[in-house]
């Protein structure tokens, strides 16, 4: 990802989608690396590797759809608060709330088969406070 050249990790943001006649996850394999050189996993059911075709979309300094009128913020795992239950995070990113919608993205980095996807949000105040839960594409458990 040429455009990610540079940028600090915690300000990169990725959409990756699998597609195909497979059924798979896909997702940032590691941490995002200034380098601009990202890694991809695929995991298919059963949580085995797979090699799948997918789409991988970059953003930075901008919402994920590209506008740069409105707030915009990035949330991190260790913004997350687990709560009682496995698997459920609420995460909240200050200052970005506007009256006009939005869009919020989770999303799960690492090696683990983990894939995450927001549940709900809402406005608090100035902040957003998204709902997230995450489960395993082995198990399928949170």
Same mark, same amino acid.
């Given at each position: ?45 059963? +949580? @085995? ?5 997918? #789409? ?10 590209? =506008? /740069? %009128? ?6 991190? +795992? @260790? ?5 009682? #239950? ?10 970005? =709330? /506007? %009256? ?43």
């Amino acid at each position: 990802m040429p455009a990610s050249v540079g940028v600090p990790a915690a300000s990169q943001f990725y959409q990756v989608t699998a597609y195909g006649d497979v059924a798979a996850h896909c997702k940032i394999a590691a941490v995002p690396s200034a380098s601009g050189v990202q890694r991809v996993a695929c995991r298919g059911s059963g +949580g @085995r590797p797979l090699d799948s075709p997918f #789409s991988l979309s970059f953003s930075w300094r901008s919402s994920f759809i590209g =506008r /740069t %009128d409105r707030p915009f913020g990035y949330g991190w +795992g @260790r913004l997350g608060k687990k709560t009682t #239950s496995p698997g459920r995070y609420t995460v909240r990113l200050p200052g970005v =709330r /506007t %009256d006009g919608g939005g869009q919020v993205v989770a999303y799960a980095i690492g090696g683990s088969d983990a894939y995450c996807h927001v549940l709900r949000w809402r406005g608090e105040a100035a902040d957003v406070v998204a709902e997230v839960g995450c489960w395993s594409a082995t198990t399928h458990k949170p």
